[in-house]
Every structure is written in C-alpha cells, then in structure tokens.
C-alpha cells in the first residue's frame, strides 16, 4: 500500500462525534474561564479523555481527529493535559480521568494552570515530567481574562515513567488543537474578506488581503499534514512496543504553533476592530491559541530535537 | 541640520518629568492597566488635566488667542512623548488637546470657539469621535449616518462603532451625511454634539483591549442645532481630513514602545536572559523599529516646525510607530511565555495595548495605500 | 533640532550631486564592475573638490551627507572608508585608498586589493598597516565593490593607533556601513519604483498592484528611517548605541529591500543589464560586513542594556 | 492514514539512489548550464532504465508507472543534486502522447524516451512573463507551413538544447489566452536568433529572436489555437515532481553539517533557526506529499501545487539566506556553496510563476479570494 494520507472512517468518525458535541454544546463562542462541568463528562463519555491511552482503542490518529475539532470551538480546559496524564499515570489514575472524574494540569515550575480544579499536578522540566503538586497559599491569576491559573511554590514527588512519551503525545495535541483552531481562524477571516466591502468591493479583492491569508493557509496546511505524519509515527512506535522518540511530534508543535500564531496575526490585521471585541467569534479562539502556544510544555526542548534529529541525518548521509 | 535638543527642550522635559514624579499617584500603575477609556483612568484625567492647564502646559502649542503660548511643536512632542510613555494621564483628552481644539480653531465660529475651546484648554471635558460605522471602517466616506434638516435643527438617525471614551464623552465630533445624493466625499458634514443630548444611547463592546474601549453608538431621532455644525454643510470629508492631520501622529507610541523595552530588556537582565544571543539580537531588532518610528515621527514634527503642509511622512511615522508597537508587544510575550498571559501582567497589559495599534484610526492599510500613491507615486488601477 | 540642510550643508550636497551625476552612476559601475576596478576618477575629482576631507573641516554629518550620496551614486570606492572612517582616527587623512579590516575576519575585504593603508579592528585597539597599492591578491566579485584577500599576517601587523582606538574603529564603520546601506537600498527601491510604474502585466501596470504598492511602500518606510537613523548618529559623534541601531536597521533593511525590489522586478532584475542588480549586489555584501544584522543586533543590546552599559 | 511508500516503492528508491551514487553532486541541479554534456549523459543512462519513460503508458514505449515512482525517481535525484527532470520528458512527451499525431510520437518520443533529444521552453517574452496570455510572438500561416516572428527570453540553457517548445499566437493579434498554438522549432533553424543574458546567478539565460522562420504546419501540436489548455493539462501531470523537497532537505542538512564544521552550531541563535529550518523543510516535504496524494487520487492539485511552490522556493530563500548571513563576506566568493545556494533560490520565487501567482491562485482555490486589486 503507498501513501494515503485520508484520515480512516473510523478516524472521521471519533472527529465528527466530537465536531457533534461541540457543535450542540458549544455553539459559537466558548466561554471564558474553566471548562464547564457537563461539557468535561460529555467528553468522559465521547471516550475523549481516554484516547491513544494503554486501555483504548484509539490510538494518537484518533485523538488528533478529536483535537483538531476541540481546537476548532476553541474548547476550554486541560483536555490536552488529561490525555498526557493517560500515559503518565498510575493505572487507577488513568482510570479516574478516562471517566472524567479526575483531572489534570501541566505547568511549569512555579505556574499550574486550572488549579484548584485539578486533583494531580504535574511539572514539566526538560523531556521530564514530575508528579509535584503546588503548596497551599497559591496566588490566583487570570490568563488573558480566561483560564485560571495558580502561581505558588511546587513539592516535587517523583518523576514519571513514560515522561518522554506523555511530552510527545501533549505535543502532536497541542499541534492538532492548534491546527484546528488555525483552519477556524482562516475561514472566519477569509469569509469576512469575502463579504466586507470597503471602496466598493469585497475587501478579499485586494492583494495585500488576500496574499497574506494565502501564505497562512499554506503554513496551517503544512503544519496539518505534518501533525498527520506526527501521529501516524507515534501509533506505529506505540504498535510496534517501541517508547516514543521525540521525533515528528516536536516538529509538529513547532508548526503548528508558529502557523497558528501568524495566522491570528494576519486575521486580526484583516477583520479590524471586529477581532478585538469579546463578542467576535475570533478573539475567543485568538485567546485561545496564544495560551496554548504558551504552553508549559514550551519549545526549548522541541528545538534541540530538531536539531539533533539533523545530526542524525547529517551522520546518516555523510556516512 | 541638527540633532540636538536646545537647553530650553531639555529644561522643560526636566521640569515635566519632576511634575510627574509629584502628581501621579502610587497607584498610578493599576490606574493605567486598562488604557485612557477606563473609569479610573478617564476619572483621573480631569484631575490630571486641570493640574497641567494650571502650569499652562496642556495647550501650550495652541496659539495664545486660543489660551496657549505659542510653544513650538517640539515642545508639544515633547509632552506626548513623556505622557504617553507611561500611559497617558491625560486619559482621553490627549485628542482634544492634540486634534479636535485645533479642528474647532481653524472651522468654528466664534460661538463655538469660546464655548469649547476654553474648556478643552482648563482640561476639563472629554470628547469622543464618532466616525466608524459597521459598513465603514477605515472606509470613512462609506458612512451612512444621516442627518436631515428640519428648522434650525438637524435630525441625526444611524449608528456608529468602535467609539472609544463614549461612556465617558462630554462632546462626540460626528460626522454624518447630510446629502445622501452626493458622492461619496460630498454630502458629509460635522456636528459637534453634546453627549447628554436625548436619543443618544450608549453600549459597551466588551474588548479584549481594556474596560470601555470600544462603543456604539445609537442616534435616534436625535435633535442636533445647525449652530452645532463644524464647517459647512456638506464639506465635512475637508474638516475631517485636515483635523486628522494633527491627529496622526500625536500619539507618541514609539516613547510607549521604548519604555516598555527598557522594562523588558531590564527583566531579562535580571534574570539572565540576557545571556542567550537570541534574546539579545531579539531586543536589538525591537530597538531598531523603536527608534526608526521616533526619528520619522520628529521629521513629522520638524515639518511642523518649519511651518510646512503635511507631508506623507506622517503617513511613514504612523505605520513605523505600529510596527514598533506591535514587535515590542509581541516579543514581551513571547520572552514572558505562559507567564506573560497572566491578566495584568506586565507583558499583557503590553500587548493588549499593542494590539490595536495597526487598526485604530485609520488602519494601517490605507496609511500604506496613501505612501504608494503620494510619496512613491504608483500609479492606481 | 532641525531636520532641514543648512546653507552651508545645502550649498555641499548641491555640488557633490553635480559631480556624482558627471562621474559615477549605474553605467559607470557597470563598466568597473567588468575590469574589477576602484574609481579613481572619481577619487581625485572628489579629493580636488575637498569632499574627502569634510570630516575634518566642516563635520561628520556633512561627510556622511557625502557618504550616503555617493552610495546612491554606485560609486565604486572607499569613499565611507576614507572620507568618515580614516579621519575619526588619524590625524591626517590618508592619499591612498584605505580598507577597513577585522583581525579576526576570514572573507575577503572590500577594496583591500588597491587599498594603500588597512585600518585593521584588533580588539581593543585599531592598527594601521600600510601597504603598497595593488600589492594584495584581487578576488572576482559580483557584489559591486572589488574584494581583496587580507593575508593573516598582515591582519596582526602595523602599528597601534592608542588606547579605545578599536572601539572607535568599529564605531565609526558601523556609521560607514549604515550610511551606505542606506544610500544603495533607497537607490535599489528608485530604480525599481521606476521599473514597476511602466511595466505591465494583466492589462495594468504591475506598480498598480495593491499588494505590490504596499511592499514597497514598507521598503519606502524603512529606507527612510535608516537614513534618518544614520545621519543621526553621525551628528552625534558616532555613539555605541545610535550606531549599531543604525547599522542593524539599515540591514535589516536591505535584506528587505533586496527581497522585495527581485521579487517584484521579476526576470529582469536579474539580469546585468538592468540597473538593479548595481545596488542591490552591493547591498548584499554590505549587510554581511561586520557581523551582519545579528552581530549589530547584539551590539545594541550590550551597549544599551549589559549589566554596566552606559 | 500511512505516511510511507508501499516496499517495491522503497525497493525502487533504493535502486535509484544506488545508481545515483556514481553521480552525487553532479551539480546539474544548479548548472545545469556549465555541466551539460555530463547531464546529458545521465539523462541517457537514465533513459536506458527506463525512467525517463517511467508513467508513460506502454504503447508509447512507457512503464505506465504510479506517480510515487516518479515522485521519488526525482526526489532522489533532487536530493544528490544531480539534475532536475528535464522538459522533454516531461511536458513535451506527456503532451506529444495525448495530443500529438502519429508522425510526431513516432518522431519525437523514442529520442526523448533515450535521453538523447532536448527542449528549451518558449513561454516567455519581454512583456508576457508571468502573464503568458499577453503574448505577441506571431505564427502566420502560409500553406502548408507557418512564418514565425517573435521574441522569447528567459530560456534557460537553450544553447544545449535541440528543439523550442514554442507558445505562439496564431489567431488574432490582442487576444488573451484564445488563438495561441504550440509549434515545436528546430534552434538550428534558419532565422532563429539566440543571445545569451548574463544573469547573476552564473548561469545563463538566453533570449531568442524568431525572424520569419518556416516551421511546417506538421510541427503544431494540437489544435490551431488550443494551446492554453494543453498547456494547462501538461501542468497538471508533473505537479508531484516540480518541487521535490529533497533539494530541500539537501540544503539543510548541508547548512547543518557547516555549521558544525565550523563550530557555529554552539551559538544559541544558530541554533534556534537550524531548528526552525529543520520543521520548514518537513513542512515543505508534507505538501509535496498531498501533491502527490492528490494525484494519486485523481483530485485536481492546483491550488495544493500553488501553495506547495510558494512554500518550497520560500523555504530555499530563507536557507540560503540563513547561510550568507552566517558565512559573512566569505561566502561571497564565486564558488562558495552559500552564494550557490543563494543565487539560485533568488530566481526560484520568480521564474515558473512567481510566488504572487501561486498565492493568487491559492487565494482564489482555497479561500474563494479574488484578489484582483
């Protein structure tokens, strides 16, 4: 078989379940704020929070389907997080979140987002990751209006098992939540370019319009395939028992995120005021994407992979 | 030509800095964290404006008739640079100050002029411009507002948007089609309009921006003297175009940018990042769109100076002043990461602020379609 | 403040215009460019009208006004090297051509090959080495200024100019680089305005282009800025800070410039017989003296904000 | 959804980047001009297995081949930087086998088919570059023959090649896209013209001069007057093989591998855009892939193959660029492989459609953006 780079029926399917649910319950606009308590079980019972864990079925290709759809809605909550927690955990622990019942954050050493709504806490330092919950007497804040986030002192416990391959999971996620919210931020921009008119013509007429909106569909369409190739990679290690290697995943997130990021850049330059109301559809998911771009997870480490994955290949072909 | 400040500019930027330093307020800092539009920002200003009226210096470059003296524009530039850095205390009344005095002394009658300019000049009323509306952005001429003769009144229906200080607004400068006939630059005309007028509502547009920064604005029926017109009917596309010539670079973003950076460089230092060459050229590059916006901006001034018409270099300044704004902002962001997005933080408030820059007054788009076709000369289609 | 040309300084661009338009120009480089020759023609018509010496008798600025003209001209010579550089370190302005050389540097230098005195940046002092013209090896170069190999040995010889001299060094050849940089991407922008205001593509001409009209307005905005930046710094006495902001934006510039003016140009622009290449080849190599943008960038950062910076 | 090659596709790519061994760096990728004779000779060692032939179908002399194969023949070869896929086997033959007469593929296709026979593409001209339906260059006919007069540039290498791929009008004068044939031109015939145009990369470029040369009605391909949609049709067979992002790869690693020679990958800031170009170039490899997937299912690629060349020629820019910017003046120097690089990509972004075709076309396609002003 050569190359198909169609998502499989079943794949669609777990994406159009999700694309479902959003649709019914989110509607245009997420709210500000932590995800609603209805929504995060609607997703315990898509079997969303299980996904590409050691009990289910579906594996990173489906989660990616999944995300994509979450990013889209500009989904709110440490969705991307409980599925890290699902290759990290303790069995009874994975358990917990897969119900909905348990939830998840992943900060840096002194920020945890979402606390106190989330029971486990864990520090992401490097390719590591600590199981390291915040002393009590943490600082709230508020990230950009929406998502909670606590600032305190942090014990670390232990670290975790399978570290390297919750990172690279949290990645591809991050990639595919990131790539779905991109490819919303594009439509809306190029249907308020098709349908504002300024000087007498749809605004999409110009040039200077339209050119930068096609530079960022081509950074989104790049970043998407390679978020593709980044599952495809991680399902095959995962079957054939091998422990994920930082390899495409790290690529992908970088793409993503950069795609994304110029993508609300060029939107914002082209829907005007409209983008800076909380009212717009694109703000909210803007928001969204400059907090998941910030993600603890950050890019550091990201970046010396791809650097040593170019040793590698330079050692490769000069050998 | 010469790059100097003379000793006079250096004295008077000293004695402003003191003044500041004795007159803001220690929670001067968390006044300002939602921009000029705020409550406690705008509340502050009338305050703030009285006490620089009172040392003659929020209109000095005003002409003496008119309750200034005369001061040269870089006096004034000086002003706006040091305002603006810290957040502009004059809250919303920088435009009066800057554009809509001016507008007022150059096409009002004398009625209007001694009923508005020397409140603008004691400092105490806040203006608000109603120009965009949803079918008109940075397309002014496509507005729509109408205002139709009836006696010695106008009768102004329509609606505008993304007015900012509305909430806080004395006076709204609106700009309305009195022909609806005429072309598109015809037919416009300026009313000068008390914002306590009835039939005038007002809602907030949430904004990611900061509290009351943008509005609209309802008219309904609102009964509007023809003695409140600004210039003459149907020939308000010139009273516009010629105010906002003032208005185009007076705010001094370049001097918000640069103290913004110095913080920012300031933060890295102390945490070591300075170290990473990345940062280092990072901020350098940032420096360089900084100081680029500042020296277009003085040739503007200088023009000034020189009593010469406007030239497209204000357009130049203008979009240089947004590159710089929103480079600053972005890479706070991006140095700060997940912590920048804390609301308040020193990186968000920054950004937050930056990111209207290119689409406020005028967008950045047609600032370049205006360099095209006046300082480049390209041809149009 | 004053942006405006005094008398004085009007009545000297005035003539250096004059003369620039007689002797150098695209044509002129084009014809050097093809024997690999420095213009000595128009070396002595500038020293006889007492240009080279403007530095010294009048002021920086005036002979950055000089600098930044002459770059517009394509004029082929060490006219930044000599005219700005040489007099903010010696006491008297040499007769030869002089080269401006990095002790550390590897690549070829420009103009080292007809060059009668080096001004080498050795750390922390700048030395001058003296060489007989035409005695260092010429190396081919498409980027508009001929290139000379500087052997290593040279590199540590000569004689040291005191104490801060290779501070002031690279100081004053950051403004040299800035205001030349300047000079060719406005001169690189004109030509190809020009170009784009005739040439036609889709029934229109191709200057008429929205996205066209807006990319070059960009260009318009940073060349602008770089000169102001440059002859800003200058008046000032070449400070640390102002320079390196000079030196880093007009690369950055003319990196923009050169991308933009290719681009849009299309073929033509690629070939040597259209105007273009004669400024923005020259921009090409200018940006990579000195470290390029990135070293500028960095320099910026260490004079304005390094733990003990003024 | 799989992102790998089927194994006799492998197997394929392993044999052709064992052949390749012997010709690394054979550099006709970038001077093709200054290594013809050798260039050709790869050609037609290459046309003796076959894979000049590899999709044409097998009544005319073809393996009738997946576009994988192609896909990864001149992915290959891109990568070793030995050649790029040459016109006569690509376009020319592709539109010979759908629209030329039995006389022609008879002529034309064995000799293309072995490598021996080549063609330099006459597009465009001084004031129709990118815009090819503002053409002026003119076929009158007489009888059985055509006279042609007109003016091409921008052909690359036609000094070595045999024949001009010619796109002339032969209907109206000031038409647009209608009444423009195809004429197929010996160079070495009489009243054709060739100036060599130096250009800044070091290769060369030609212009050609047509002065009433006789090209025998027999020569057309096609219908009079429907050149613009066999040309359209001819386009859209090679999508998957135009921009193969080996060359791409090749780049960065080699940017790399410099780096590291020279100890500047210790630098924080090298670093960082190694990094940055190591994702750019998977990017530009993912879109060549859903060019090739798209083929693969009979979907049209046009505004994929759009976004696919923007990316790619950009992506060679920024390396090239990247590599001066570290190399410093030294990298100037003739051969130096920055400056190489460098020169090469400048042209890459213009030639073949420039980047703001491809983002127009993108524009239209994918977000329904006229982009017309």
Not at chain 3, 51 to 76: C, D, H, I, K, N
Request: charged share 25%; aromatic share 6%; hydrophobic share 45%.
């Amino acid at each position: 078989m050569s190359l198909d780079l169609a998502f499989s029926s079943e794949q669609l399917a777990v994406g159009e379940a999700v694309a479902g649910f959003c649709r019914e319950r989110v509607g245009g606009a997420p709210p500000a704020g932590d995800c609603p308590a209805d929504w995060w079980q609607g997703l315990a019972e898509l079997g969303v929070l299980e996904l590409a864990s050691p009990e289910a079925e579906g594996g990173a290709l489906e989660a990616t389907a999944a995300f994509e759809e979450l990013g889209a809605v500009a989904f709110p909550g440490p969705v991307v997080e409980a599925l890290i927690g699902g290759q990290v955990l303790r069995r009874e622990e994975r358990a917990a979140v897969a119900r909905g019942a348990l939830r998840v954050s992943v900060g840096t050493h002194d920020l945890a987002p979402f606390v106190p709504g989330c029971e486990v806490q864990l520090e992401v330092s490097g390719q590591s990751l600590f199981r390291a919950p915040l002393a009590a007497g943490f600082e709230s804040l508020s990230s950009l209006d929406a998502e909670p986030v606590a600032r305190g002192v942090r014990t670390r416990e232990e670290r975790l098992e399978r570290s390297r391959a919750g990172l690279d999971l949290g990645r591809l996620l991050l990639a595919a939540y990131l790539v779905g919210a991109a490819r919303r931020v594009v439509a809306l921009a190029a249907d308020h370019a098709r349908t504002r008119t300024q000087f007498g013509r749809p605004i999409g007429d110009f040039q200077a319009v339209a050119h930068p909106l096609a530079d960022v569909y081509i950074g989104v369409a790049s970043a998407e395939t390679l978020t593709h190739a980044a599952a495809c990679e991680w399902d095959e290690r995962r079957d054939e028992g091998e422990g994920p290697s930082p390899g495409l995943a790290a690529a992908a997130w970088l793409a993503a995120r950069e795609a994304a990021l110029e993508a609300c850049h060029v939107a914002h330059q082209v829907m005007g005021a409209q983008g800076m109301t909380l009212e717009g559809p694109l703000y909210p998911l803007s928001r969204r994407i400059r907090q998941r771009a910030s993600h603890a997870i950050g890019t550091a480490t990201a970046r010396e992979s791809m650097v040593a994955r170019l040793d590698a290949r330079v050692g490769e072909s000069l050998g | 030509m010469e790059f100097d400040w003379s000793p006079q500019d250096e004295a008077h930027r000293e004695e402003l800095r003191r003044f500041l330093d004795e007159t803001l307020p220690e929670d001067w800092e968390t006044i300002s964290r939602d921009g000029p539009g705020s409550d406690a920002q705008a509340g502050f200003s009338r305050e703030f404006c009285a006490r620089m009226a009172e040392r003659g210096w929020l209109t000095q470059h005003w002409p003496a008739a008119y309750g200034g003296s005369d001061a040269p524009p870089w006096r004034h530039a000086i002003v706006g640079e040091e305002l603006w850095a810290i957040g502009e205390p004059r809250g919303p009344q920088y435009m009066n100050v800057n554009w809509i005095g001016p507008a007022i002394m150059e096409f009002g009658t004398e009625e209007q002029k001694a009923q508005h300019l020397p409140r603008i000049s004691r400092g105490e009323v806040i203006w608000c411009q109603g120009f965009s509306e949803p079918e008109a952005g940075s397309d002014l001429v496509a507005l729509r507002t109408r205002a139709r003769r009836e006696g010695d009144a106008y009768v102004v229906d329509g609606s505008k948007i993304w007015t900012s200080y509305a909430q806080h607004a004395d006076f709204c400068i609106l700009l309305v089609r009195t022909d609806p006939e005429a072309g598109r630059h015809k037919g416009i005309s300026v009313l000068l309009v008390p914002m306590r007028t009835e039939g005038i509502t007002v809602r907030e547009i949430p904004s990611v921006v900061g509290e009351r920064y943008f509005h609209e604005v309802f008219f309904d029926a609102v009964r509007v003297p023809v003695s409140c017109r600004l210039g003459p009917e149907n020939e308000g596309w010139n009273v516009v175009t010629h105010a906002l010539q003032y208005e185009r670079v007076g705010a001094a973003r370049y001097a918000r940018a640069a103290l913004t950076l110095d913080r920012l460089a300031e933060r890295a230092r102390e945490r070591g990042w300075l170290e990473d060459p990345h940062v280092a050229e990072r901020l350098g590059h940032a420096r360089t769109l900084v100081e680029a916006a500042r020296v277009l901006t003085y040739r503007v001034i200088d023009q000034r100076a020189h009593g010469k018409p406007p030239s497209t270099d204000t357009q130049l300044a203008r979009v240089a002043g947004t590159d710089a704004d929103l480079a600053v902002g972005e890479l706070a962001l991006e140095l700060f990461g997940q912590e920048g997005l804390a609301y308040g933080s020193f990186a968000d408030a920054n950004f937050r602020l930056a990111m209207t820059a290119g689409v406020a007054v005028g967008a950045t788009e047609v600032q370049l379609n205006l360099i095209a076709a006046r300082h480049l000369e390209l041809p149009r289609e | 403040m004053d942006f405006e040309l005094d008398g004085e300084q009007q009545a000297i661009l005035d003539s250096v215009d004059v003369l620039l338009s007689l002797r150098a120009g695209p044509e002129r480089a084009i014809a050097l460019a093809a024997k690999g020759e420095l213009d000595h023609d128009l070396a002595r018509a500038l020293r006889e009208a007492g240009f080279l010496s403007l530095a010294t008798e009048v002021g920086p600025l005036e002979a950055a006004l000089l600098v930044e003209r002459a770059a517009r001209a394509a004029a082929v010579l060490d006219v930044g090297a000599r005219a700005l550089v040489a007099p903010a370190l010696l006491r008297e302005v040499p007769d030869v051509p002089v080269a401006l050389v990095h002790a550390d540097g590897r690549g070829p230098v420009r103009h080292a090959a007809f060059a009668g005195v080096l001004l080498v940046a050795d750390g922390a002092v700048a030395r001058l080495v003296r060489v007989e013209p035409g005695s260092l090896a010429p190396v081919r170069s498409g980027y508009g200024d001929p290139l000379g190999f500087v052997p290593e040995a040279l590199r540590r010889s000569g004689e040291a100019l005191g104490a801060g001299s290779g501070e002031r060094l690279l100081r004053w050849w950051r403004l040299a680089l800035a205001l030349e940089l300047s000079g060719a991407s406005t001169a690189a922008l004109a030509t190809t305005v020009a170009y784009l205001k005739q040439r036609r593509q889709f029934g229109r001409a191709i200057g008429s282009f929205q996205a066209v009209q807006h990319r070059l307005a960009r260009c318009a905005i940073r060349t602008e800025a770089s000169r102001w930046l440059a002859l800003e710094a200058a008046h000032h006495g070449a400070p640390g800070e102002r320079v390196a902001v000079a030196a880093a934006h007009a690369a950055d510039t003319a990196a923009q410039v050169f991308r933009e003016t290719h681009q849009l140009s299309g073929a033509i622009g690629f070939t040597r017989e259209h105007d273009l290449h004669v400024f923005s080849m020259r921009l090409q190599s200018l940006r990579l003296e000195l470290g390029g943008s990135t070293a500028h960038a960095r320099a910026i950062t260490a004079e304005r904000w390094a733990e003990g910076a003024p | 959804m799989r992102f790998r090659f089927s194994e006799p596709e492998e197997r394929f790519r392993r044999e052709v980047r064992s052949f390749l061994a012997d010709h690394r760096d054979l550099d006709g990728y970038f001077r093709q001009g200054q290594r013809w004779p050798a260039v050709k000779g790869l050609f037609q060692e290459m046309g003796a297995r076959g894979w000049l032939s590899l999709a044409w179908p097998e009544e005319d002399g073809g393996a009738a081949g997946s576009p994988a194969l192609e896909y990864l023949l001149w992915d290959e070869v891109a990568y070793a930087r030995a050649a790029r896929n040459p016109l006569s086997a690509g376009i020319v033959a592709r539109t010979l086998i759908r629209h030329g007469t039995a006389e022609q593929k008879r002529r034309y296709l064995p000799p293309i088919r072995s490598g021996d026979l080549h063609f330099a593409l006459g597009y465009s001209e001084p004031e129709a570059g990118s815009d090819l339906a503002s053409l002026r260059c003119r076929a009158e006919r007489h009888g059985e023959e055509y006279v042609v007069d007109g003016h091409k540039c921008w052909q690359s290498y036609a000094q070595d090649m045999d024949c001009l791929w010619l796109l002339c009008r032969t209907g109206e004068p000031g038409g647009r896209s209608e009444g423009l044939s195809l004429l197929i031109v010996d160079l070495d015939a009489p009243g054709v013209g060739r100036r060599d145009l130096p250009i800044l990369d070091g290769e060369q470029l030609n212009e050609i001069r047509l002065d009433a040369v006789r090209v025998p009605v027999s020569r057309r391909v096609g219908p009079e007057g429907g050149a613009w949609k066999i040309m359209g049709e001819a386009l859209a067979d090679e999508r998957h093989i135009q921009f193969p992002p080996g060359r791409v790869h090749r780049d960065v690693e080699e940017l790399h591998a410099w780096c590291r020679n020279r100890r500047l990958d210790a630098d924080a800031g090298v670093r960082r855009e190694l990094s940055a170009l190591a994702v750019v170039a998977l990017q530009v490899e993912m879109m060549a892939l859903r060019v090739l997937d798209a083929m693969q299912r009979g979907h049209d690629a046009t505004a994929l193959a759009a976004a696919n060349k923007v990316l790619h020629t950009e992506a060679c820019q920024r390396i090239a660029r990247t590599a001066l910017e570290w190399e410093g003046p030294a990298a100037l120097l003739e051969d130096a492989r920055p400056a190489l690089l460098w020169r090469q990509s400048m042209w890459e972004t213009v030639g073949g459609g420039t980047s703001e075709i491809m983002r127009g076309i993108v524009a239209k396609r994918a977000l329904g953006l006229s982009g017309r002003a």
